[in-house]
């Protein structure tokens, strides 16, 4: 602090004075003088100030709200991450319900219950049975194409064995029907564990890679035209009169959660129209999601042409309609199916030979 | 006042106006330091009354233009804060912490009461609230922060040896 003490003057009481009466004069100002004047100020010799202040306050609130801002992220993410699962389970229902559009009648619809336990790799529980028209021997198939075959039967339940079971067999044929053969599972050692066999066929068919592969309704318990697999390449064995084909299966059973198990009537008419198989699997598939999706429109379609509304013109909420999860073989009144869908046929041809 | 003192004084005014505007806002506390205040005393007590009084008429319309309540109050209340203590400076002169802290004290806490009855802002309990509560509060903290300035800024602010 300065130690020197300076003299009071008149001068200085003149000025202080005249200080007080602008500070005064500058008090009474109306606002259409005293704002104009402010906002000159802000904007010219002050600006610099008003930036600081500005920034500073913005600087406080970024920090003040960045807990806020770090929990909405992490809730973004969240949300991100179940969504590869909900866009992964909205693929798989789309296929289903294409499936169920394309068969129309004659199936039941199944959760799987994958049996995890020693000896149960290559089996699954279904959770329908008896009564909703199960039978043994039944096929299970998913939009991709073939799952396996019902075993055994309870009343609500019932266990199939997938492809990949030892006892699995399945009469298959490529789609332009110049081969034929008995598909099996590779009864190899890992990874080649999880691929089929088609053996027997004949010397004549040379099979290229990527050859579907489909079921060819002999035998009766499979009906013709289901998706099997793939051909990978051919396996040298020592038959010299058949060739035998390794197999890429169609569906892995890993990842099936939901499935159809068809009924004997519908085994029986036969399934050729429901997987439009060319000579690739793809196009059965894409051809079956797409049933999905265009069956998704219709039905918003129908939701929105059916909420009632009000005066202004707006769609009123209703109470979600509480639907069966189970379709029946019904062939007059088919799952899925829109007023404008015919009728399944009543006596189904029988297209087993 | 000799040119190397005044020119250390504008740097020490400069930092104290910078930081009023910095320092203030990223704090954001109700009883907030007033570094324009501490600037104003600071020269105040370097300057002749009359000069003293200007200083706080021009720091106060500054202040009142960025933060528009009651325009020219402040500068009232800066006006006559300044030009008291340089006229009291002789009391003050003294390098004692708690005669600075006092000094920075009653500074804010005077410059409270000139704005708020000037501004006539709220009702009688508000200003009581405001005059009793909240700016003692605020000049303590004043005061506090004042003598970390002092502290901080001692190498720029010793006179010159003459």
Known sequence: MPSAARAYSRRDTVLFVSCIVV????????????????????????APLVSLQSDAEQSRRSWLTREVREAQRDSIALRAMSLDASLADNNRLCKLLGLGEALRWGFVPAEVLQGRGVGEEYTVVLSVGAKAGIRPFSPVVAPEGLVGMVKSVDPTMSIAIAWAHPDFRVSAMT??????????????????????E???????????????????????????????????????TSELWARTYLLRPAVSPADVSDVM???????TAGVQSVWKVGTYADSAVKSIVAAGDSLGRLQARKDSAALPRDTSGRSVMMAPVTTSPQREAKPARTPFTTPTTPAAPAAPTTTTP | MRPTDFFRTLIAFIILVMLHYTLRPLLGWRPGPDF?????????????????????????????????HVFGAGALAMSMIGFTASWLKAVFFADDVLLNALFFFLGKWAFDIIYVLAGHRGDFAQMAIQLFVWSPLTAAVTALFGLVTLLILRPVLRASPT
């Open chain 2, 36 to 68: 324009l205040v501490i600037a104003t005393l600071l020269v105040a007590i370097r300057v002749r009354p009359g000069a003293a009084a200007l200083i706080g008429l021009c720091v106060g319309l500054v202040s009142d233009s960025v933060d528009v």
């Open chain 1, 23 to 46: 500070a005064l004069a500058a008090i009474q100002l109306p606002d259409r003088v005293r704002d104009p004047f402010a906002s000159a100020l802000r904007q010219s010799i002050l």
């Open chain 1, 175 to 196: 789609v332009d029907t110049a081969a034929y053969g008995i598909v099996g599972a590779h009864l190899g050692s890992e990874p080649e564990r999880y691929l089929l």
């Open chain 1, 261 to 267: 198990v068809l009924l004997p009537a519908r085994t």
């Open chain 1, 198 to 236: 088609m053996r027997g066929v004949t010397m004549r068919s040379n099979l290229k890679p990527g050859t579907l592969i489909v079921s060819s309704g002999l035998g009766g318990t499979f009906p013709r035209g289901i998706p099997v697999g793939t051909v990978i390449a051919e396996v040298k």
